[in-house]
């Protein structure tokens, strides 16, 4: 058998034809160091007994903390309930925009739902889930400010988030003559807003009016929108059976109406048919 050719003194005679990097290859490869070969992410996570995901505390209201300095948000709510339903403990990892897709490749979280849209050039290094909610982006400015459009940004300095689908966008479609200023996460964008170091600005839809709540005499308002989004859960690349089982929660979350019952909590209103009416 190919096993017990492999094992014991056998190793040496054969490693001695071979290459190198074979030689290395073979001779570390014994009956107790191999791994299993249907080894993942999904059988790693049961075995731990809990599921680390990835949040930005930074993105009112899907990521936040309460007055208590508690984790809490859309977000928030809906890990909690996977880990749950899992019949998982639940872990939350810190972080940020630029920082999400990051944490799944290196190991760090082993999902990440963190108002997390697709685009065809994230899912070239991370899988995405079926989407559980929705983001509309925009360009926002004070109300003494007139834009319509992306073209009427020449010649003006523009805030974004790095790492965001409208920090790509804008460097993409933006005009040549349009400075963006990129910042950590949404609370640094926010701030520099607040102070007036700077006046124009992409963001999320939502986090528009609590701005203009913190600071009404900049009189904040969206000025156009930039784009919808589904919101999905960020799974890593060949993750396959982990991939499949967060599907599977997503539609029944979706069915049961768990999600709708977050986003009326956060948002006000229903889920709308991009989301509900996905197979």
């Known amino acids: 058998r190919f ?153 003006k300095t523009v805030g974004t988030v790095r790492g965001t689908t409208h920090d790509t966008q804008l460097t993409k479609e933006g005009p040549k003559g349009m400075k963006l200023v990129r910042y950590e996460d949404d609370a640094t964008e926010a701030q520099a807003f607040l102070s007036g170091q700077v006046d124009i600005f992409s963001t999320a839809e939502m986090l528009v009016p609590q701005l203009d709540k913190k600071n009404p005499a900049r009189q904040v308002e969206v000025k156009f929108i930039l784009d919808s989004f589904k919101l999905c859960v960020g799974v890593k690349k060949g993750e396959d059976r982990l991939l499949a089982e967060v599907n599977k929660w997503v539609l029944a979350n979706i069915k049961n109406g768990t999600l709708n019952g977050l986003n009326k909590k956060y948002f006000g209103s229903d889920l709308p048919e991009l989301i509900t009416k996905q197979q």
Do not use: C
């Not at 630029?98 to 290196?106: D, E, K, N, V």
């Open 3 to 155: 096993d017990e050719f492999l094992d014991g003194s056998r190793v040496a005679l054969a490693t001695h034809f071979l290459s190198p990097v074979m030689r290395d290859f073979l001779g570390g490869y014994t009956k107790e160091n191999r791994l299993p070969a249907n080894a993942d992410a999904l059988d790693d996570i049961k075995k731990a007994g809990k599921i680390r995901i990835a949040i930005d505390l930074g993105v009112p209201p899907y990521g936040m903390t309460d007055a208590q300095m508690q984790p809490t948000g859309l977000d928030v709510e809906a890990a909690k309930a996977l880990a749950k339903d899992w019949g998982l403990q639940f872990e939350l990892v810190p972080t940020t925009g630029a920082s999400r897709i990051p944490s799944l490749q290196t190991g760090k979280a082993d999902l990440v739902i963190s108002s997390l849209s697709y685009t065809a050039e994230r899912a070239k290094v991370i899988d995405f889930s079926k989407g559980y909610a929705v983001l509309r982006t925009v360009i926002a400015a004070p109300k003494s400010i007139a834009l319509k459009s992306l073209a009427e940004l020449d010649g």
